[in-house]
């Protein structure tokens, strides 16, 4: 993918929509490379860079944004949202709930209307890098941008390496 190319993804739309500034940054994308890759190709600390993950609750499904170098507490988001039962979807049904194929998932311009869920933590940040709907391309944004583009509700459902 060219340096200055930049895809228009349903994300990017939704961002343009918006009226949202972003950075458009792509890279080369690494099957199960994760926030770990797309990182070390822009250059950056994993922990800047925000993770698009679709779980279901109960059987619903959800989106929680988490930093890249940290893991999400399942216990801990499903006893802030009142579920019985909270888990990651499989690819091929995350898909289905988000339009987006897995490594290029974004919050942005999804199929569906979902709850969105971050990381507190993410708020504090100056800027962030999240994914732009497609695989091998990321946009930084700021917390403030990401509130203007989405209903986002704020969470402290981290866990670390070690936990």
Not at 3 to 25: C, G, M, Q
Not at 129 to 152: C, E, S, W
Request: net charge positive.
């Amino acid at each position: 993918m060219a340096k200055n190319k930049i895809p228009v993804t349903s994300a990017v739309r939704a961002l343009r929509k918006a009226k949202v500034e972003f950075t458009p940054h792509t890279y080369r994308y690494e099957p199960r490379g994760g926030t770990t890759v797309s990182s070390r190709e822009l250059g950056v600390d994993e922990h800047t860079v925000v993770k698009t993950l679709i779980m279901e609750a109960d059987g619903q499904p959800l989106v929680i944004l988490m930093h890249g170098d940290l893991k999400v507490s399942t216990r801990k988001l499903a006893r802030h949202i009142g579920a019985r039962t909270l888990q990651p979807c499989p690819p091929d049904k995350a898909q289905r709930h988000s339009g987006y194929m897995v490594g290029g998932t974004s919050p942005f311009g999804l199929r569906k209307d979902l709850p969105i869920y971050a990381q507190s933590t993410i708020e504090h940040l100056p800027s962030f890098y999240i994914n732009g709907g497609k695989r091998g391309f990321l946009v930084q944004i700021t917390p403030q941008d990401l509130t203007t583009a989405l209903d986002v509700e704020w969470v402290d459902v981290a866990r670390g390496p070690g936990d």
